[in-house]
């Protein structure tokens, strides 16, 4: 790897760590306030080399307020997104879905039919 590229690879690794404490400190606080169980969310410790840091969460009403906490670390980084997977916690039958947390919007990829009735009307605003 040539200079440039050390550097490129270094700012990188920066960002997405700043990015990933930041989200671990939203899921330890929503934890300490008793809203999470620990083993309700996960964030993916590797950095494959992509502009995302990655988790895993337990569907629940907090997901939009979670979402917007996201978001407001992306200020600084807009290139960078934060997504959201739900946690296959109970079954296997239901397909990888979650939320992209974008700077200026959400991409909302949840497949509602497979979720409970009371999730289906989450909304990202």
């Known amino acids: 790897m040539d200079e440039e590229g050390l550097e490129e690879y270094r700012a990188h690794e920066t960002i997405w760590r700043k990015i990933y404490d930041a989200v671990g400190v939203v899921f330890s606080d929503l934890q300490r306030q008793g809203m999470i169980g620990e083993r309700d969310y996960f964030v993916v410790e590797d950095d494959w080399g992509w502009n995302i840091v990655q988790t895993e969460i337990v569907i629940s009403h907090l997901w939009p307020q979670i979402a917007r906490r996201f978001q407001s670390f992306l200020a600084d980084f807009p290139d960078w997104a934060i997504t959201m997977q739900v946690m296959k916690k109970y079954t296997d039958k239901q397909p990888g879905m979650g939320v992209y947390v974008?700077?200026?919007?959400?991409?909302?990829?949840?497949?509602?039919?497979?979720?409970?009735?009371?999730?289906?009307?989450?909304?990202?605003?």
Not at 115 to 124: A, D, G, I, P
């Open 102 to 125: 974008l700077v200026d919007r959400f991409k909302d990829e949840l497949k509602r039919e497979y979720l409970s009735e009371e999730f289906r009307n989450l909304t990202f605003d």
